[in-house]
């Protein structure tokens, strides 16, 4: 069975850093593209970063330049390094997985990890 | 402002049928990529319920279904359950913003 388990939420000050993990498990995790996704409390669903499985990057606007994602195939753990955090980054970040080793655009994201809170606040 | 439109809300009687619109606003969208649809049962992590417009991964009822033409997506759930009381979004490609884009997402209330 896939498992996604991500960690590394909690309160940081604005200004802040936080690394969030996601441990995978059930597939071959190198195989396959990955992607963070976050919502905000009370509202929708936001793309935030994605890597393919060769390591090619892709952030939305709203963050680039302040989160960088990456990965350790050999702990089967994808990361999201978040910088400079702002009252907007309060939300909580899922990590999903790709169907295949590259993004085509057309890609949905399947299964979702549960979550972890990340809380910007002073 | 999303390039994917959902209605905020839609209710149906348990038994009955309901379709959640998903308007599309980005020519590439309307062009060639595909939408998916997650379902969110509150306090709980998203879940794929229709990939690449109209296809049902394992383990969905097939009470679920999804269609796509031009412009407009669409889901509907027939034969409506209590447990099907949940948000609703899609997502697709945009790629003039060179990145995936959700819907604002619809709360379905079983009546």
């Known amino acids: 069975e896939v498992q996604l388990l991500e960690s590394g939420g909690g309160l940081v000050q604005p200004g802040g850093s936080l690394r969030l993990s996601c441990a995978a498990s059930g597939f071959t995790f190198s195989y396959y593209a990955m992607t963070w996704v976050r919502q905000a409390p009370g509202k929708g669903l936001e793309w935030v970063s994605a890597?393919?499985?060769?390591?090619?990057?892709y952030h939305a606007d709203s963050v680039k330049g302040r989160f960088i994602i990456s990965r350790d195939n050999s702990k089967n753990t994808l990361y999201l390094q978040m910088n400079s955090l702002r009252g907007e980054d309060t939300a909580v970040y899922y990590c999903a997985k790709a169907p295949k080793y590259d993004f085509w655009g057309g890609d949905w994201f399947d299964p979702w990890g549960q979550g972890t809170l990340v809380t910007v606040s002073s | 402002q999303s390039v994917l439109t959902q209605p905020p809300s839609v209710s149906g009687a348990p038994g009955q049928r309901v379709t959640i619109s998903c308007t599309v606003s980005?020519?590439?969208?309307?062009?060639?990529?595909?939408v998916h649809w997650y379902q969110q049962i509150p306090e709980t992590a998203p879940k794929l319920l229709i990939y690449s417009n109209s296809n049902r991964p394992s383990g969905v009822p097939d009470r679920f279904s999804g269609s796509k033409s031009g412009t407009s997506a669409s889901l509907a759930i027939s034969g409506l359950q209590p447990e099907d009381e949940a948000d609703y979004y899609c997502q697709s490609y945009d790629s003039s913003l060179s990145g995936w884009v959700f819907g604002g997402g619809t709360k379905l209330t079983v009546l």
């Open positions: 890597m393919s499985g060769g390591g090619n990057t």
């Open positions: 980005s020519s590439d969208i309307a062009a060639g990529y595909d």
